[in-house]
């Protein structure tokens, strides 16, 4: 018996498949005898092929094996054609949410009909209507800035500037330092802000410290929020729901060949501390408001004019309806993927990619061995690509026994497709019980999590712009974060130090033109390099590759990681990876199975990896330059004292490039 092909067919309906297999479908050569999932291909005596069907992760699957001692006359053929007929019979789907009023029906009257998993769970979840009405209004506009990313709605004007231009006239309104438009990752830097003594308005569309994720994160990499004093020691110590001992890192393999199996990475010091984000909120919300900060919640940005000398916005009280201005002297955009700012002043190069995540905080209902809450899953696999996805799964412990699941998976923006988190809820709904056992009906939902965490495949510290003239983008809206794990929360925390001094100089000494607030990013070249790695986990809209193929380059990746000591693969993974580590890394992993080069070619098309190429030039380039520069940081520190007071714009260059050469590497930074 010999295994001749492994098939997928993206549709979740295997028992039409089945049908249309055994009832339609004619083989060139062979006598087909009917079987329960499939049938027998006869050819000659102890000669035949089976072919049968199964379902899991709501798709179908199909293979193909040889009853035979040697191969068998016209096998090819038929399995030739039964590719290419099962691929015009079942052709990849890309589903639209429908089109929806619900001044005439509920949310869960409109979307029964197409999410009926979706519905049902989300009517058991608290306030499951008013967040599944913003899951629909958060894919409705993502797709639109799929659609048309060069006709972007614009929500910011800018004045026309020049060397004779006379100052605004004063308006009557509330003035500011800073215009925080994002109640989330705005809140924590804007408090760290307002704590410096300067003037903060944080906006935020929801209910000031709700939240549609929960955030994980590590000791070390918190320390920085301890380090700016805007947590003690103890304050953090209150926000952290649960601490795990160890976090697992396993992919699929029972399809892999000998060569692309693996071990289980544990990770113990990765995302092992899971952060009460409402509290976190609540307090920097708290600390901002003590400093002289005001929020302004349930408060939907609309649009924003940039003049010479200030930043007026505009925004609507959503429960009354009620319009509102603000001036300040500089707008922070930290909306997430779903900024219009970041859409319209990006264009067609706003994200790259995009991680659409569901998933739910649940406060039990698990039957006794199902999960031992001292463990977390920090990347899971319990299957191959469905439906032109590698759907991953993260499991997280919370406060009291609770665990909190997402289902995500790495996806290439294509018009087409740009990405569903309808279509994931339903996955998560309908395949939960094969990733964990459970019946869902008996599981307490608490929270409903989802978004869409976006990347930007950049090739240099400039190839994406993150800020313009009194406006700068941070978090998920600059879209400059991990490729692999971390969202725009762990990005903010691990450079809150680099963007927190810099954006003080910037203010301090009125250096908020487009060209010196474009110095203040989290950009890392190490990072950037490594978004090789997340293309490997996408398949093209309209491709067919085989189903376990990512899951094969997953497994040599991380089974090269489970081979090292902790710390590297520690430091892998919190984006720490130096120049040396990382080529070492890369040509292990071909030496060991020299076959991963070309299934990164079948997946990256050639300017991906010409692309990919110049980013690889930029972190080599950036990292020999350090080596030369090294003595800058040091420098930096002994000339602060004449050159911030005589020349302002070259201490902000000297700070943002030591900030580079050392951060921007994956290398602290000291400011001592």
């Not at 049968?52 to 191969?71: C, D, E, I, M």
């Not at 911030?644 to 000297?654: D, T």
């Amino acid at each position: 018996m010999k295994q001749l092909l492994y098939w997928e067919i993206p549709t979740p309906d295997t028992d039409a498949v089945c049908r249309w297999l055994q009832q339609q479908w004619q083989p060139p050569v062979g006598e087909k005898i009917l079987t329960p999932d499939g049938f027998r291909l006869r050819f000659a005596a102890n000669e035949e092929l089976s072919v049968f069907v199964w379902s899991l992760q709501r798709s179908t699957y199909l293979k193909v094996f040889r009853w035979a001692q040697q191969p068998i006359s016209g096998e090819g053929k038929s399995i030739e054609q039964l590719k290419r007929d099962t691929l015009r019979q079942f052709p990849p789907q890309y589903p639209e949410p429908p089109e929806i009023d619900l001044s005439e029906q509920s949310i869960f009257e409109a979307l029964i009909p197409y999410y009926p998993q979706t519905v049902k769970y989300f009517q058991k979840i608290p306030n499951g209507e008013y967040d599944l009405t913003r899951v629909y209004w958060w894919e409705k506009r993502w797709r639109e800035g799929v659609r048309h990313p060069k006709q972007p709605k614009q929500v910011v004007t800018f004045a026309p500037t020049s060397s004779h231009s006379q100052p605004s006239p004063e308006y009557d309104l509330p003035e500011y330092d800073l215009i925080y438009l994002g109640g989330a990752l705005g809140a924590i830097h804007g408090a760290v802000m307002a704590r410096l003594g300067y003037r903060v308005l944080l906006v935020e569309r929801l209910p000031f410290g709700r939240m549609n994720r929960e955030w994980n994160i590590s000791r070390d990499e918190f320390q920085s929020l301890i380090d700016l004093e805007l947590f003690t020691p103890e304050e953090f110590e209150s926000i952290i729901a649960c601490e795990y001992v160890d976090g697992f890192n396993k992919f699929f393999d029972a399809n892999n060949p000998p060569n692309a199996k693996a071990q289980i990475l544990h990770t113990p010091k990765v995302l092992n501390i899971a952060i009460d984000a409402e509290k976190l909120l609540q307090i920097c919300g708290d600390k901002l408001k003590a400093a002289g900060g005001i929020v302004w919640d349930e408060t939907e940005f609309v649009n924003a004019n940039i003049e010479r000398d200030r930043a007026t916005v505009n925004v609507t009280h959503l429960p009354t309806g009620e319009n509102k201005q603000a001036v300040g002297r500089l707008i922070v955009d930290a909306m997430g993927s779903a900024s219009s700012i970041a859409w319209q002043l990006n264009g067609g190069q706003t994200f790259n990619s995009v991680c659409p995540t569901v998933g739910a905080a649940i406060s039990g209902g698990f039957p006794p061995g199902v999960w031992d809450t001292q463990y977390g899953d920090v990347l899971n696999s319990h299957g191959d690509i469905s439906r032109g996805r590698q759907l991953i799964w993260e499991l997280f412990p919370g406060r009291d026994g609770e665990l909190t699941i997402y289902l995500f998976h790495y996806h290439q923006i294509h018009p087409d497709n740009p990405g569903s988190l309808l279509e994931m809820y339903e996955d998560f709904f309908s395949i939960l019980p094969e990733y964990r056992r459970c019946n869902l009906d008996e599981l307490e939902w608490r929270k409903a999590t989802f978004g869409y965490i976006p990347g930007h495949f950049s090739q240099n510290s400039r190839h994406r712009k993150v800020a313009w003239d009194r406006l700068i983008a941070i978090g998920d809206a600059a879209s400059l974060q991990s490729p692999l794990i971390f969202t725009g929360f762990g990005s903010l925390v691990r450079n809150m130090e680099r963007l927190t001094r810099l954006l003080d100089t910037a203010l301090k000494h009125d250096l908020l033109d487009g060209k010196s607030l474009d110095r203040i990013r989290a950009y890392q070249s190490n990072v950037a390099v490594t978004w090789l790695f997340s293309k490997g986990m996408m398949v093209p809209t309209g491709k067919t590759v085989v189903p376990e193929r990512v899951n094969a380059m997953l497994n040599v990746f991380f089974g090269l990681l489970a081979d090292e000591p902790p710390e590297v693969a520690d430091t892998f993974i919190k984006d720490r990876t130096s120049w040396l580590m990382f080529n070492r890394l890369a040509l292990k992993a071909a030496w060991s199975n020299p076959a991963l080069l070309f299934w990164i070619w079948e997946l990256a098309e050639p300017w991906d990896l010409m692309a990919w190429l110049g980013s690889y030039l930029s972190f080599t380039w950036e990292a020999i330059v350090s080596w030369i520069l090294g003595w800058i940081p040091r420098f930096s520190r002994w000339a602060q004292p004449w050159a911030e007071k005589r020349y302002p714009s070259l201490w902000l260059w000297l700070q943002a490039t030591s900030y580079s050469l050392t951060e921007g590497l994956g290398r602290r930074f000291s400011t001592q």
